[in-house]
């Protein structure tokens, strides 16, 4: 079964007396099991709560039990109905609530209930249960962490004892793990582990050797881990060394990744410093920390991070919290904040967020009440680093509360002074995904229009978080820019645009918005050099389309053709693998280049290469000049139909033209586009009938968006030419259907035979317009002129509510004809 039936929270966690607090939760409530006992007690199904904790179903902390007990034991219920009474020593349910469920209480509960953040929808109403859970061995519990909370699809098994030899008497499963082992690596390390166990080292360094020696390479990183810690038990800590680097070497596992490369580079850290070797030791846990990094295990970057000395105070903190050491977590915070702020942080680890929220409040007046404020305030400055620094430590493994805990900081009004502290501190070495959190902290402030605030981080973030730093900077630029001081916003952006260590396309960003503030600025040299790089620095290849673009505007503005048309080629060449798969995308390119050939732009042409050696890797290169010659159908035509507009739009009529008239010589979309805009270049200089015609070549392509707007203009040429039934040929079919454009083409029928004076008809056609629209432009004419024709006819009392639709609709000039009429006729 695949949905959940129950959830799981850590409520509390003894390791020296082997003994963990469950709350579980009933989540789904299946009316055909009646309402009676729907709370597990069974040994079972702890066991295995117990594995999907050391499984990484909880917050990315992997634990040894899994190492032990493989997927496959763990499926099979007979396997684990015989064996749980070697992990688990014995179940105490403690406390229920709302247990067992009246039949009045089940009709209130949902089917199901999903998780979210860590909780239960209305799980106050849940039935649920407390059990104490006694395991045979406390590393059993390495993996969990007081407040986790998840989903579980366990199920309450029958048997609710466990036998009398519960515990470690386990001669039985290593008969059974050594008859298996010859064949079953699994077995084999199994049998190396309980070897161990019972103090056979020889034995066990000989079961762990067969399997890293063994064929499955995967399983060959774990047995060479355990086979160091074997030999660093027994001091042998050159030999460990070398396994334990063997290890780290190892090919990643299947479903574990790095698990065993990054532990053993922890373990290999830890043994370099007992033997004096601190530079060795140090590189091997920043290793550990990459890898778990890489493989978002929380859990060994957190020890690798406390081991070599960079934990923060919080982070430091929040281990002993989540091991229950309240006490120990809470004399940690006293070293570096004042007695308040302890107290909060208190209610913030246990995650009661409304009385820290009251807490803060309480801080922040008594800051504004004190006539000095230099207590109080030192108080709220303590609480906004705590609290940024608690988000910086929570963003890996409590993500879900980490917004509240930012509008926290936000609160304090100090937030970014507290980022900055945080930062500061000697010894402070961001963690990965600390950037995540500057970052979300920077969308708070910005949220808030504290602009002050926003650049104050911005600046303290360029040493640690370069990428904050340059999206701060860029923010700012963005708000003057909208406040049109193009000269303020183009200092902002200047500066995001050079932050060093920020990436490329971050800093590209700032540097696009550089290029469009310099512009209004008139300084076009500055501004060809910001898309530049705007254009070299974006990794999506439509933002860098867009900053070629610019380019060639910039340089046929100039007078620079050549390099407008390289641009503009570039641009084309980015957009096509921007909307397209590579292969769609080289032909297209292939063909955008034969067909500026066709045209006689050969020297244009002849940039399609040198733009695509430019803009994309060798890999796409060789793929245009490798594709055969392309049919001008579909997709292939993006490219031509983009570089022929883009042109043309710039006044490069004969160019434009000439390409996009190839263009429609094609099928599909972009074909039909191509005669649409080549229909209306000749409409414009004053030629309707090959408009006519090439908007006609648009209508047989059979493309429904391209064919629409070709019938718009056929109906816009023939109501300017009063041809009424053309007109109706292109725009009545339209009209008359449920299309969005339908009141809109009515309208334009009504007002043509408005100017005919064929009154009875506008009326009629008009009216169709008001009935299927609120348009404020279209009713203002539509109901003003059929109240005029009714007004004219005697009608006056049927036209008010026409004159009255038409006056509030706001529509200059009608609405306010429709207004003096109706002053007229009261």
């Known amino acids: 079964m695949s949905t959940d039936l129950f959830g799981v929270r850590v409520l509390d966690l003894d390791h020296e007396r082997r003994r963990v607090r469950f709350r579980v939760f009933v989540v789904y409530y299946e009316p055909s099991w009646g309402t009676g006992e729907l709370l597990p007690d069974d040994p079972s199904f702890f066991f295995r709560v117990l594995w999907e904790a050391a499984e990484n179903f909880t917050p990315h902390r992997y634990g040894p039990l899994t190492d032990v007990v493989t997927l496959d034991e763990f499926l099979d219920e007979g396997w684990v109905e015989s064996n749980t009474h070697r992990f688990v020593a014995g179940v105490e349910r403690v406390a229920v609530r709302n247990h067992p469920v009246s039949d009045e209480d089940f009709e209130r509960l949902a089917t199901f209930y999903y998780e979210r953040e860590g909780g239960w929808p209305n799980e106050e109403q849940l039935a649920q249960g407390d059990y104490d859970v006694h395991v045979t061995d406390a590393r059993w519990l390495e ?20 036998p009398v030899d519960s515990g470690k008497e386990w001669q039985e499963w290593e008969e059974r793990c050594a008859e298996l082992a010859e064949d079953d690596l699994d077995a084999c390390f199994t049998l190396g582990w309980l070897h161990q166990e019972r103090g056979d080292a020889g034995g066990a360094a000989e079961a762990y050797r067969r399997v890293a020696d063994g064929p499955d390479r995967q399983m060959r990183g774990k047995a060479l881990f355990y086979l160091g810690e074997l030999h660093a038990t027994q001091d042998e800590y050159e030999s460990a060394c070398t396994l334990y680097q063997r290890a780290e070497r190892s090919k990643n596992h299947e479903r574990y990744g790095m698990r065993y490369r990054s532990r053993a580079a922890l373990r290999l850290g ?25 493989d978002r295990d929380l859990g060994v970057v957190a020890e690798a991070r406390r081991l070599s000395g960079v934990e923060s105070p919080v982070e430091a903190a929040n281990h002993l919290f989540a091991r229950a050491d309240q006490d120990g977590a809470l004399v940690v915070l006293a070293e570096h904040y004042g007695q308040a702020v302890v107290q909060f942080a208190g209610q913030l680890f246990a995650s009661d967020f409304e009385a820290a929220g009251a807490a803060l409040l309480a801080l922040a007046d008594s800051a504004g009440r004190d006539a000095a404020g230099d207590q109080h305030g030192a108080d709220l400055d303590d609480a906004a680093a705590l609290l940024v620094d608690l988000s910086m430590t929570w963003w890996r493994e409590r993500d879900s509360v980490v917004t509240q805990v930012l509008h926290l900081a936000a609160a304090t009004g100090c937030a970014a002074e507290g980022y900055r502290r945080v930062v500061q501190r000697a010894g402070f070495v961001a963690a990965a995904n600390t950037g995540d959190a500057a970052e979300q902290l920077l969308t708070v402030l910005y949220d808030r229009n504290d602009e002050a605030a926003v650049i104050a981080l911005a600046m303290a973030a360029e040493a640690v978080h370069p990428k904050v730093a340059s999206d701060g900077f860029c923010r700012v630029g963005i708000d003057g ?37 310099l512009l209004e600025l008139g300084e076009t040299e500055r501004a060809q050099e910001a898309f530049t790089q705007a254009e070299a620095g974006f990794e999506l290849f439509g933002n860098a389309a867009k900053a070629a673009q610019r380019q060639a505007e910039l340089a046929h503005a100039q007078g620079d053709r050549q390099a407008a048309f390289e641009a503009w080629t570039r641009a084309a060449v980015l957009m096509a693998r921007f909307e397209h798969d590579d292969k769609t995308a080289a032909r297209g390119v292939r063909l955008l280049g034969e067909l500026l050939t066709e045209v006689d732009a050969r020297n244009v042409a002849r940039a399609v290469d040198q733009a695509v050696a430019q803009t994309c890797d060798e890999a796409f290169l060789r793929l245009v000049r490798g594709v055969a010659t392309t049919p001008a159908v579909g997709p292939v035509l993006y490219a031509a139909v983009l570089y022929g507009h883009w042109v043309l739009a710039q006044g490069d009529a004969k160019l434009g033209l000439a390409l996009l008239e190839k263009v429609a010589e094609g099928k599909g979309k972009h074909a039909a586009s191509a005669a649409v805009t080549v229909g209306a270049e000749a409409h414009r200089g004053g030629d309707n009938v090959a408009a006519r015609e090439w908007w006609r070549r648009a209508l047989a392509k059979g493309n429904k968006e391209m064919s629409h707007k070709a019938v718009r203009n056929l109906g816009v040429v023939a109501k300017q030419e009063r041809n009424l039934p053309e007109l109706l040929e292109h725009y009545r079919p339209i009209a008359e259907s449920d299309h969005k454009d339908g009141p809109m083409f009515a309208a334009h029928i009504g007002e043509l035979h408005y100017w005919l ?67 007229r006729l009261d």
């Open 757 to 823: 004076d064929d009154w009875d008809e506008a009326v009629r056609w008009y009216q169709r317009t008001l009935e299927g629209t609120d348009d404020g432009e279209l009713v203002g004419e539509a109901g003003y002129r059929v109240g005029e024709i009714l007004h004219g006819r005697g009608e006056s009392e049927a036209a008010f509510p026409y004159l009255r639709r038409a006056a509030t609709s706001a529509f200059a000039p009608f609405a306010a004809q429709a207004e003096e009429l109706l002053t």
């Open 270 to 294: 830890v043994l370099l410093r007992r033997l004096g070797r601190d530079e060795e030791a140090q590189a091997a846990f920043a290793r550990a920390i990459n890898k778990g990094d890489e």
């Open 481 to 517: 820019a909208r406040r049109h001081d193009f000269a303020k916003a183009a200092q902002w952006f200047e500066r995001g645009a050079t932050v060093e260590g920020a990436d490329e396309d971050t800093r590209a960003q700032s540097a696009y918005h550089l290029g469009l503030s």
């Open 143 to 162: 993996s969990l962490r007081v407040g986790q909370s998840w989903g579980t699809t366990n199920y309450a098994g029958d048997s609710d004892d466990l």
